[in-house]
């Protein structure tokens, strides 16, 4: 895989959440109950069996532990690092009834997936199929193609993932937060994924609508796995203001990226990619960041437990105002004009960059391309709940252009579901 160039951003955020040594994964793995319909289990998109890992741990069985949780979800390195386990499995956990902190799910999984690979990388591989002579192509290689790709080649099949950028991962490599997972680990997963069989991974190559036919006429199926498209900007671009997702791709990997200069950074929204561009922002010591919402903070879409570590970060919430427009004094972008939403009158909020998370826009036109396939009124690709399959019955598609922008978690399902029903459809 190509190598991230030094220097850049993101590496000066360390891990807010490190591997547990073996000892402190035992003594927290002791003190799971092991429930029978254990909620935990049900509040996973992917279903793991999580008081079964956790049991092997407990066991000092890291490799059991490692399969069990692959076996249900191959992105298992990653989401353990990404998930929003607080909403998910461990927001579930029967100790939060009793006020008590619930299993640490998430690193226990980090210790488990991350420990095994490290004593022997070929764990996954060694369960691979004999070759089918079956070719996909996947469109795209952030988590849902990985983890079709993934599937697939373990059933034998051949794949080709196609990205548009430079390198794969998707959002788990140009948007997720650094100090839950950096792009040089994201890349790492990625590799772990190309060595389960035959995976070939062609960066740098655009589907447009005519190569995406030509790709239905070469390989017996195809996945779409785009993600969403670019930041919206709510007509305030021009010098100064950055989309936030575009933004954060540069923090994680355009080393000539610098804040130097930028005294007051505005984040305009309240859903969770505003919250992380400005705690990156202040992590990254940016003297005073804000957010300005135009509801109240309870109104937000971004989890409420982000919030509280972005205040700990040192991120203002400016409730109830509305952008109007961005002021400039020529080139220099000095405020933002807003509204408030909370009654009369307008002000000029200072700052030197102004970040948008409005939202991404969907990338329709690809879909399009495809005979049978159906964009619903969002925008979003439109598949079968079960098997991820268009209406188009050899093109399947999964993750943020199916879901409108959920989690790595859903993305992994999507492709773990298209992965088996190409398999079945293959006659496998
Ligand atoms: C800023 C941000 C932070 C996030 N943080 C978290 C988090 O902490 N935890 C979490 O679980 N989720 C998080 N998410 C959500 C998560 O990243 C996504 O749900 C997940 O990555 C979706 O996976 P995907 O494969 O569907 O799409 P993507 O990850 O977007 O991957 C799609 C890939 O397709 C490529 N592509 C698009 N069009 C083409 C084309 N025509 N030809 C070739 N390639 C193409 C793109 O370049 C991209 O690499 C975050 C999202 C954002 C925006
Ligand atoms: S709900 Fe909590 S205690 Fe029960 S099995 Fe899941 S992690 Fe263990």
Known sequence: MSKLPEGRLETRLPDKAPR?????????????????????????????????????????????????????????????RVCPVEVLCAGSCVYNAWGRPPIEIGRLQRYATESALEADAALLARTKKPSTGKRVACIGAGPASLAAAGHLALDGHSVTLFEKRAYPGGLNTTGVAP???????????????????????????????????????????????????????????????????????????????????????????????????ARELAQLGVPDVAMVYRGTEAKMSGYAHEMVGARKDGVRLVESRQPIAAVREGERLVG??????????????????????????????????????????????????????????KVYAGGDCVNGGKEVVNAAQHGKLAARAITLSFGG
Do not use: W
């Not at 069996?49 to 390195?77: C, M, Q, S, W």
């Not at 009158?345 to 998370?357: F, M, N, Q, Y």
């Open 20 to 80: 547990y040594t073996r000892g402190e994964a035992i003594t927290e793995a002791n003190r799971c109950i092991y429930c029978s319909d254990a909620p935990c289990v049900a509040a996973c998109p992917t279903g793991i069996e999580i008081p079964t890992f956790i049991h092997k741990i407990a066991t000092d069985n890291v490799r059991g532990a490692a399969r069990t949780i692959f076996g249900a979800n191959l992105l298992g390195t990653s989401c353990a």
């Open 336 to 393: 933002l004009r807003v509204a408030r939403t909370d009654g009369e009158g307008e002000e000029t909020l200072s700052c030197d960059l102004v970040a948008v998370a409005a939202g991404q826009s969907r990338l329709t036109g690809l879909a399009r391309a495809f005979e049978g396939v159906a964009l619903d009124d969002a925008g979003r690709v439109v598949v079968d709940d079960a098997t991820c399959r268009t209406g188009n019955p």
């Open 179 to 277: 100090y839950k997972l950096h792009a040089h680990d994201a890349l790492a997963e990625v590799d772990m994924v190309l060595a389960l069989g035959d995976i070939e991974v062609k960066t740098g190559v655009e589907i447009d609508e005519a190569k995406a036919r030509a790709l239905l006429a070469d390989y017996d199926a195809v996945f779409i796995g785009i993600g969403l498209g670019p930041d919206r900007f709510l007509g305030l671009e021009g010098p100064g203001v950055v989309g936030a997702t575009a933004y954060i791709e540069r923090l994680k990997l355009d080393p000539t990226t610098s804040l130097a200069g930028i005294e007051r950074a505005l984040v305009v929204g309240g859903g969770n990619t505003a919250i992380d561009v």
